[in-house]
């Protein structure tokens, strides 16, 4: 029997035609006081349950690695998933849903407000270091066609002062204004003080599961 989905949030700022962007919060009654890789396989039915429920039906799932880089890698249907060495994913391509798993580092959306890309990135304390959201920025814009101007960005939860000692929530927000985008989403939502919605890496010391965030182009408008 197919699980039933878990609760997921969506994002008014990326409210657009053809754009589909979904969080996965907490799974309930998902035992994931294990490793990464364990706690992924156990959440591995409901993830895919819930991306059908929330608009993915169908949709192949691009993932990326995760190592806490600043490469960002261009990616289509016939790429091989997940791409190694990267943590953030651009398409052009309608129907190919991106994914980034995180647990107090944030998903960054980015979306053409013209439909022409899509960007999703893992930018944690160190991937914000490094300057990834900067760079999925340039890399989506030259791709798609796009100025800055044209982009929406989206921070998804994420831990956030006091539980963690960096606001990297509000670097990434800066450099995205440095890059000139002039339309930037902050909900403000933390981890690791909401443990009813939110898996938290620091909280439940490495031994928790992992959001899945999801960002895709569809072939058909949003219902009206």
Same mark, same amino acid.
Do not use: W
């Given at each position: 029997?197919?699980?039933?989905?878990?609760?997921?949030?969506?994002?008014?700022?990326? /409210?657009?035609?053809? +754009?589909?962007?979904?969080? +996965?919060?907490?799974?309930?009654? +998902?035992?994931?006081?294990?490793?990464?890789?364990?706690?992924?396989?156990?959440?591995?039915?409901?993830?895919?349950?819930?991306? /059908?429920?929330?608009?993915?039906?169908?949709?192949?799932?691009?993932?990326?690695?995760?190592?806490?880089?600043? =490469?960002?890698?261009?990616? $289509?249907?016939?790429?091989?998933?997940?791409?190694?060495?990267?943590?953030?994913?651009? $398409?052009?391509?309608?129907?190919?849903?991106?994914?980034?798993?995180? *647990?107090?580092?944030?998903?960054?959306?980015? *979306?053409?407000?013209?439909?022409?890309?899509?960007?999703?990135?893992?930018?944690?304390?160190?991937?914000?270091?490094?300057?990834?959201? $900067?760079?999925?920025?340039?890399?989506?814009?030259?791709?798609?066609?796009?100025?800055?101007?044209?982009? +929406?960005?989206?921070?998804?939860?994420?831990?956030?002062?006091?539980?963690?000692?960096?606001?990297?929530?509000?670097?990434?927000? *800066?450099?995205?204004?440095?890059?000139?985008?002039?339309?930037? =989403? /902050?909900?403000?939502?933390?981890?690791?003080?909401?443990?009813?919605?939110?898996?938290?890496?620091?909280?439940?010391?490495?031994? $928790?599961?992992? =959001?899945? *965030?999801?960002?895709?182009?569809?072939?058909?408008?949003?219902?009206?």
């Amino acid at each position: 029997m197919a699980d039933n989905p878990c609760p997921f949030e969506t994002f008014p700022g990326l /409210d657009l035609p053809t +754009i589909r962007a979904a969080f +996965i919060q907490r799974a309930p009654d +998902i035992d994931v006081q294990a490793d990464r890789q364990v706690a992924l396989e156990r959440l591995k039915s409901i993830h895919l349950a819930t991306m /059908d429920s929330a608009g993915f039906a169908g949709m192949p799932l691009a993932q990326a690695e995760q190592v806490h880089s600043a =490469h960002v890698r261009i990616v $289509t249907k016939e790429t091989s998933f997940p791409v190694p060495d990267c943590d953030a994913l651009v $398409t052009t391509e309608a129907g190919l849903c991106l994914g980034i798993y995180v *647990a107090d580092c944030a998903a960054v959306y980015l *979306a053409d407000r013209h439909g022409r890309g899509i960007a999703l990135a893992h930018s944690g304390r160190k991937g914000t270091e490094l300057g990834i959201v $900067t760079r999925t920025i340039q890399t989506l814009c030259a791709t798609c066609g796009a100025a800055p101007g044209d982009i +929406i960005m989206q921070i998804s939860p994420c831990i956030r002062p006091p539980h963690y000692e960096v606001d990297f929530a509000a670097n990434i927000r *800066a450099q995205a204004k440095s890059a000139g985008l002039t339309e930037i =989403h /902050d909900r403000g939502y933390c981890t690791a003080s909401n443990p009813a919605a939110y898996y938290s890496y620091r909280r439940e010391k490495g031994r $928790t599961g992992r =959001h899945l *965030a999801l960002l895709a182009i569809a072939t058909t408008p949003s219902p009206s």
